[in-house]
């Protein structure tokens, strides 16, 4: 593809021939010539709404707008809504409105699922998405970012949560955006991973990471160490393997607390990321749907793998549209060496310490 532009390698350089991510999914889509254009207008939606909640995230040390919303409402999951949370939804919701394609949006901050009502076209997908991901770590300045998962939703069903408790495995596309450094955006359309990160001086997301490839095994493990004496034991053997050593070297640790950036980092680098289950939280914190779901299918095309400590995360078969599930995710070394805890999970009585 690269070749076919003339272009010489990774590119968000000025001079030089840049790939927008627009172009990237319309050269996609000709692979496809019954593909009717729908889905990459469905996703320039939501490359329009992170746009504008980067620019947002980028001056949040500049408004009041930081701290709770005034109404100080809490979400369904008992969390004080900020007000870039709200921001976040609202962008995307506002963008996706417009969109035919469009049947029902999902988001973290709403418990219902939003249906929208079009007067043209023919709505058949479902979009799925954690507004603004991490969001406690927006006033300390730590990196956040927006998940997404989209799904085509069936010719007939009984309910619409029928229609959205379709299983990972079922995802037409998943991405994230990550307001870092830099603001990059990480999509799967089932043709491999793509990255493309914004270049604020043409308002363009460009192709920076083409065909991401996670390595075969990374240096680091990331999980949040202070619920460790909770874990179930065969969670905290595996920790204990990867720091000691016993997997061929020992590893050092990474966490940031923000789902997206440390996913981000395991799928470039390497490694492993881990939110177990506890006694108090028998499912972990991460929601099915809209994080766990999208990382696992990146991780998958990217070439790794995610459990949720037993099963294949994309096999899962959602029962609630705002469910938790723990998650192991990560490269093909990490995921392997897990394999034997994973038999003890599934053999042993739970034991919560
Ligand atoms: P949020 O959607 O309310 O921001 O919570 C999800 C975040 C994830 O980004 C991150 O992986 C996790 O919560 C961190 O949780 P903890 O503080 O328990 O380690
Ligand atoms: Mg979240």
Redesign the pocket.
């Known amino acids: 593809m690269n070749g076919q532009l003339g272009m010489t390698g990774k590119g968000t350089g000025e001079g030089y021939g840049v790939l927008t991510i627009q172009q990237h999914i319309l050269q996609e889509q000709q692979k496809f010539p019954e593909a009717s254009g729908e889905f990459s207008w469905l996703l320039s939606g939501i490359t329009l709404a992170t746009k504008q909640i980067q620019a947002k995230v980028r001056r949040a040390g500049l408004t009041d707008i930081l701290g709770a919303h005034e109404s100080g409402a809490e979400n369904l ?1 008992g ?1 004080v809504q900020q007000n870039l949370d709200v921001f976040a939804n609202h962008a995307i919701m506002r963008s996706l409105a417009v969109r035919d394609s469009v049947a029902t949006l999902v988001s ?1 901050e709403n418990d219902r699922p939003v249906m929208l009502r079009h007067s043209t076209g023919q709505p058949r997908y479902a979009v799925i998405f ?1 507004p ?5 770590n927006i006033d300390v300045n730590v990196s956040v970012g927006t998940i997404f998962s989209i799904l085509r939703l069936p010719a007939t069903m009984d309910s619409i949560e029928d229609g959205l408790l379709q299983p990972g495995s079922a995802q037409v596309a998943a991405g994230y955006v990550l307001y870092g450094s830099s603001t990059v955006l990480v999509y799967t359309a089932g043709n491999g991973v793509h990255g493309f990160t914004l270049d604020p001086s043409i308002g363009a997301y460009v192709l920076s990471h083409e065909n991401i490839r996670m390595p075969e095994r990374g240096k680091y493990y990331s999980v ?1 160490e202070a ?1 460790r004496d909770a874990f179930p034991r065969p969670y905290r053997e595996y920790l204990e393997g990867l720091r000691k050593g016993e997997f061929g070297r020992p590893y050092a640790s990474r ?1 940031i ?4 950036a ?1 996913f981000h980092r395991t799928l470039l680098k390497g490694g492993v990321f881990l ?1 177990p289950p506890t006694a108090e939280h028998r499912q972990g ?3 099915l749907l809209y ?1 766990v779901n999208p990382i696992a299918f990146l991780a998958q095309q990217a070439g790794g793998s995610a459990l949720d400590g037993t099963e294949p995360i994309l096999d899962l078969r959602p029962t609630g549209i705002h469910q938790r599930v723990p998650l192991v995710v990560g490269s093909p070394f990490e995921m392997q060496q897990f394999e034997p805890y994973r038999s003890r999970l599934r053999e042993e009585q739970m034991v919560f310490a």
């Open positions: 999951h969390e973290e954690d603004l991901d991490g969001s406690s949040n619920y966490y607390g923000s789902l997206v440390d939110y914190k991460l929601r994080e």
